[in-house]
């Protein structure tokens, strides 16, 4: 017997088995206690794919690299891609409203200051079909993407020129979807004074060599009105009531995976997605004060818009003893039909024909 300080709760012998409490930290994981001669848990670093095209720590990355993972964007309570990013330093997302006749109802994505036609907007590290205007680009392009497939988004702050073009100067935004796993159903709702929506996603688990998951989504986007009033520097008098684009959109899609379970671990991987929305937009009654002559241009102004993309997408996977290979081939095409009307009066006649056919271009 070992002889024990006052206070102490017993004895110990040699036939004791000491147990040690471990507390181990890994590149910021959670800490967790372990007992000697348990199989010890490690858990692996953070990596990212984004900044050099192949995975690498995020800690030893030397781009300025931020990691958006799914509990991050659960416990914010985003309901889309777009109010993700606002977890993102340095992001600055600028909704269209009033006099943003080009971009209402969309979200333009700037990056450290860039425009929204220098920020590269990535699935998975494909390209996506998208409108190419300096105001319209990645304007749309995030309400295309469900929430419910999104597993993270990584995002590299600065300058990616020479690896991605020069779209993107600003940064690049990848956003990485869930693979098919395990058997699962996902179920959401969610309501708001923007819009209600709902989306399904179900996962078969393995079967087989096959394991596929199937996603719809649907969204209402409410018209909201912003009072647009007064004189611009072209001396155009506005007086009435902008209302961004509202309407319905829906996605629907299959991303497939088959495991040829032989030595080199290949696997194929096959997605198709296909997205469609009409939305209506809304703008304010405005005219010209010619002397005493008050000229109208737009008067009950409104666009109907509708968009239409489908996705596709191919890529085989394999590792050897010292190397992992993949290779991708994917398909996006965007179609966008737009319709303009406006019940300004006709000026054919009371103009002169040059004045008439100016009004004509600017104002249809």
């Known amino acids: 017997m070992m002889n024990q300080p006052r206070g102490s709760r017993g004895s110990i012998n040699k036939k004791n088995i000491i147990k040690k409490a471990v507390l181990l930290s890994m590149g910021g994981a959670l800490l967790m206690p372990i007992s000697s001669g348990a199989e010890e848990v490690y858990s692996l670093p953070e990596m990212v794919v984004t900044a050099e095209k192949m995975p690498v720590e995020s800690k030893k990355e030397p781009q300025a690299v931020q990691v958006v993972d799914q509990k991050e964007i659960e416990s914010l309570g985003a309901v889309n891609a777009t109010q993700a990013l606002e977890l993102v330093t340095g992001i600055n997302l600028s909704s ?11 979200t333009q994505v700037m990056l450290r200051g860039m425009n929204t036609n220098q920020v590269l907007i990535l699935v998975d590290g494909r390209r996506m079909a998208d409108e190419d205007t300096s105001q319209t680009k ?10 419910s497939t999104i597993d ?5 702050r600065g300058p990616s020129g ?3 073009g020069s779209d993107g100067m600003g940064g690049v935004i990848n956003i990485i979807t869930k693979k098919p796993d395990k058997e699962e159903t996902v179920l959401g ?3 708001g004074e923007a819009e209600w929506g709902e989306d399904l996603r179900y996962t078969t688990g393995k079967l087989g060599r096959w394991n596929s998951s ?3 989504s649907t969204a209402k986007v409410r018209p909201l009105s912003y009072r647009n009033q007064g004189t611009d520097e072209r001396g155009i008098i506005t007086d009435g009531w902008d209302v961004p684009g509202y309407g319905r959109r829906q996605e629907i899609g299959l991303d497939t995976v088959y495991g040829f379970e032989n030595r080199n671990e290949n696997k194929v991987r096959f997605g198709v997605n296909y997205f469609d929305e009409s939305m209506l937009t809304r703008f304010a009654d405005g005219g010209m004060q010619m002397g005493w002559l008050y000229l109208p241009l737009q008067k009950d102004d409104r666009s109907r818009i509708d968009r239409h993309e489908t996705d596709t997408f191919l890529t085989y996977t394999g590792k050897t003893d010292r190397n992992e290979y993949e290779g991708s081939v994917s398909y996006s095409r965007l179609t966008k039909n737009s319709k303009t009307s406006n019940d300004r009066p006709d000026f054919t006649g009371i103009l002169p024909p ?3 056919s100016m009004l004509d271009t600017l104002y249809p």
């Open 138 to 147: 990645n304007a749309y392009l995030l309400s295309r993407i469900p929430l």
């Open 214 to 216: 199937f996603h719809y």
């Open 162 to 164: 020479a690896m991605y």
């Open 152 to 156: 993270k988004i990584e995002v590299v």
């Open 189 to 191: 709702f969610h309501t």
């Open 354 to 356: 040059f004045v008439n």
């Open 96 to 106: 269209g409203k009033a006099g943003s006749t080009a971009s209402m109802g969309g």
